[in-house]
């Protein structure tokens, strides 16, 4: 059974002891006992002492008077009246509670005002048992006896009834018997007491009454119980108002324990997010110092790690002569096609592959690394020569270009390689790295995949910088000028037109030659720009020249275009503009294109070609037989003229030897119903030979050298004739001793 159950029964059973013991006592007063001043203290009890209850501070008990009213019904109507009026005083009394809200069942209600009976009941018995033992009824006249009397009354009732309820509390929480008591029994003795003392008080008054003495006694009393009241009324609220204090204290406490809590909380997971940052930090921090040491796509040292590793190995052979070392410079030849006919994931493929192959071909303590996109560097450690560093470059030159298969596609590494040795004029990483590049470079124009740095190269490079940086402005400075070199009809001496020829005239330097800087205009590129002045310059020049005299009207003017430009798509617009810049009729306008960049690219070239022949331009092979030509491309080129290149024409000696090629390009170009040019006529011989051959035109140092702007226009003012044996006496007769045209070397 569990303890709610026991409890509800024993209120069962308090109950009904109370309801057989009250029954007994009606059986045995009589109805006289209940006379008006019993009725007056039942009234009492039931409307005025619920409402006298005084809470006493710091404890559950009220000082009531209802043990007041107990006695004084026990001392004027004995004990028995004394239990029924208990009864009905806790009866009235839970009532009371019950309507000011305070939750009591109807059961606890018959349950506390029997336990109140019984309490009383017991306190009668012993009363019984005290006359019984003392032999005699008390006199409670005498204020000694009545005085034992209320005392005995008053411990009995106090013990029975606080045993009762730590009893009761026992069976209902299980909590100790003693403990309740201790705590919650003796506290309400004062009650008991302080019941016992009123009750003999008005007893006193009641049986010594004069009107005097129940005046005063009343006033007193009714004096003390408001003083009393409001004291205790002041104390509890001083006690509430500590309490309340004590309690908002306490709860600012639990706050801020809360508080601190929830802040250590915070404080840990931030600690713990911060260790986590932390490791991150060291583990990207490790990424990172490899990153700087190291190239992400193939794995090699990279320029950092290369220049670290060659200034440590500088130094050392600073100290040392024995610690040589050589240091390779690789790039990959024509990379920029492979991204971009077969995509950059393929590029990186071959990086990658070509620097596993670097890495197989060389000794483990040899470094690799990779210094730019398709640059690598190798540093051969203890290769005393080089000429052995040479033999090494030349095995992995050998080996690397073995074509492999990728993705479908079968794909061939070339390489350049230049090679530098360790030398003691050197202090940093970045000096013997220039010269493997120096040499990598004249590798490239030699195309011969191969190159050891010498002095030599390193002032040629620095020569060819120096030009290509003051190429740059030398339009702007207005050292730029074209030369005009006549060419002639072989067959009525007429002249055709001319050849535009570039000059440059270098503030510092003089007359730089065209052998000099064209290649170099033509790397970096910069001879786009220079064509694209030099065909508005010569169209405008061939406009105002054809005005002179309509014998000139049809005068042809050669420019020659670059295959760096013939590759280039703005090549047609830029030909166009200069046309409609300068009012010259297209087909007075003739390009040169040499014959091996005209084939470098044969389908391509066909396709510009054709175009630049929509617009009506002319076309001209410019140094026919040096660029091995197939005859099937030869056929489908536009070419108005095949020009013969001079060294054919050099070659035909004073009684016209070696003239048999001559004699072939001249009847081939007519096969392909071509006009033909022959270029670098120095001699009669040779002119005589040609004309004798069928040459159409021809053009060179015997009939012309090339002139200057002013000196050409003079020439065509004083209308002369180009052909010498014609004129004779005007005729310019080639003389290499009086060559305005020597060109001084730069
Ligand atoms: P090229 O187009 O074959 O020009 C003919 C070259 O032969 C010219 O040399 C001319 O002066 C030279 N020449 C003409 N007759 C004789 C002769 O009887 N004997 C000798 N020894 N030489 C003769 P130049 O002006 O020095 O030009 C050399 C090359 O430079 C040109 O060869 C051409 O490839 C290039 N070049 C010159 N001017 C230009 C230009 O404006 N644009 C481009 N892209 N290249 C140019
Ligand atoms: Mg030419
Ligand atoms: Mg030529």
Redesign the pocket.
């Known amino acids: 059974m569990n303890r709610e159950k026991v409890a509800t029964t024993t209120k069962i059973l308090v109950t009904l002891v109370g309801a057989v013991g009250l029954t007994v006592i009606f059986t045995r007063v009589s109805s006289s006992q209940f006379d008006l001043g019993f009725l007056l203290i039942l009234g009492f009890s039931v409307f005025i002492a619920p409402r006298m209850n005084i809470a006493l501070p710091r404890s559950n008990n009220h000082l009531s008077f209802s043990d007041s009213v107990i006695f004084l019904t026990f001392l004027l109507y004995g004990g028995e009246l004394a239990i029924l009026a208990a009864f009905v005083e806790m009866f009235a009394n839970c009532v009371y509670l019950k309507r000011r809200n305070i939750a009591t069942s109807k059961l606890f209600l018959l349950f506390n005002s029997s336990q109140a009976a019984i309490a009383t009941a017991c306190t009668y018995g012993v009363y019984l048992l005290f006359v019984k033992l003392s032999g005699a009824v008390p006199n409670f006249s005498d204020t000694r006896q009545l005085a034992t009397v209320l005392g005995l009354l008053a411990l009995s009732q106090f013990l029975v009834s606080t045993i009762f309820a730590a009893v009761y509390q026992n069976i209902r929480e299980g909590e100790s018997v003693w403990k309740h008591w201790r705590s919650q029994g003796i506290s309400s003795a004062f009650t008991q007491l302080a019941g016992a003392g009123i009750a003999g008080v008005v007893f006193k008054v009641i049986n010594y009454w004069d009107v005097t003495l129940g005046i005063i006694a009343t006033a007193v009393f009714a004096i003390a119980y408001v003083n009393y009241r409001r004291l205790i009324t002041e104390i509890n609220e001083a006690i509430g108002t500590v309490e309340e204090a004590e309690r908002q204290k306490a709860e600012t406490e639990r706050a801020r324990r809360r508080e601190a809590e929830r802040h250590a909380e915070q404080l840990s997971i931030t600690l713990e997010k911060e260790e986590r940052t932390n490791a991150a930090l060291r583990r990207s921090e490790k990424d990172l110092q490899h990153s700087a040491l190291y190239d992400s796509l193939t794995g090699l040292a990279n320029r950092k790690q290369l220049n670290q590793m060659l200034a440590g190995m500088i130094r050392d052979y600073r100290n040392d002569p024995l610690t040589t070392f050589h240091v390779l410079f690789l790039d990959i030849r024509s990379f920029k096609n492979i991204n971009d006919t077969l995509g950059h994931t393929i590029g990186d493929k071959v990086l990658a592959i070509a620097a596993k192959r670097f890495e197989r071909l060389v000794n483990p303590f040899d470094l690799v690394a990779r210094i730019g996109g398709d640059e690598f560097a190798i540093v051969l450690r203890n290769v005393s020569t080089a000429a052995k560093a040479a033999k090494v470059a030349r095995r992995i030159y050998d080996s690397i270009r073995q074509p492999f298969s990728l993705n479908g596609h079968k794909i061939s590494i070339d390489l350049n390689i230049g090679v530098a040795p360790c030398d003691v004029e050197y202090t940093t990483p970045e000096e013997i790295l220039r010269d493997a590049d120096i040499a990598m470079h004249h590798a490239k124009e030699c195309n011969d995949g191969l190159a050891i740095f010498t002095t030599d190269l390193r002032s040629r490079f620095q020569e060819r910088v120096r030009v290509e940086m003051d190429l740059r402005h030398a339009i702007d400075r207005d050292e730029m000028s ?2 005009y ?1 006549p060419i002639i009809s072989l067959t009525d001496g007429r002249l055709i037109g001319f ?5 440059w005239n270098h503030s510092e330097f003089g007359m730089i ?3 000099k800087f ?1 290649s170099i ?2 790397q970096s590129g910069l ?1 786009l720009p ?2 694209v002045w ?1 065909l508005k310059t010569t169209c405008h020049q061939l406009a105002e020249w054809r005005k002179i005299g309509r014998e000139y009207e049809n005068l042809i003017v ?5 295959g760096r ?1 013939l590759s280039n798509n703005d090549l047609i617009a830029d030909v166009e503009n200069a046309l409609a810049e300068t009012g010259l009729p297209p087909h007075l306008l003739k390009l ?1 294109i ?1 014959e091996s960049s005209a084939m470098e690219n044969a389908n391509h070239t066909i396709n510009v070609l054709n175009k630049l022949k929509s617009i009506g331009v002319q076309l001209s092979m ?2 026919f037989g040096t660029g091995y030509s197939s005859l099937s491309y030869l056929q489908k080129l536009p070419f108005d003229t095949l ?1 013969i ?2 060294s054919f ?2 070659n035909v000696g004073p009684h016209g030897e070696n003239s048999q090629i001559l004699q072939t390009i001249i009847s081939l170009a007519k096969n392909l119903r071509m006009r033909v040019i022959a ?4 001699t009669e011989s040779q002119l005589a030979v040609l004309k004798h051959l069928g040459c159409d035109y021809g ?5 012309a ?2 002139k200057p702007k002013d000196t050409t226009e003079r020439l065509l003012y004083s209308r002369r004739e180009w052909f010498p044996n014609t004129i004779t006496g005007e005729f310019e007769r ?1 003389d290499i001793s009086k060559d305005n ?1 020597n ?1 001084p070397v730069f």
């Open positions: 074209m030369n070199q050849e535009a020829l570039l000059r030659p065209p052998g064209i205009a033509e001879i220079i064509t030099i050669s420019v020659n275009i670059s430009h040169e040499t410019d140094d020009k290149d001079r024409v050099n270029e670098g006529i120095e053009q060179g140092y015997f009939l050298k090339p080639y045209e060109i």
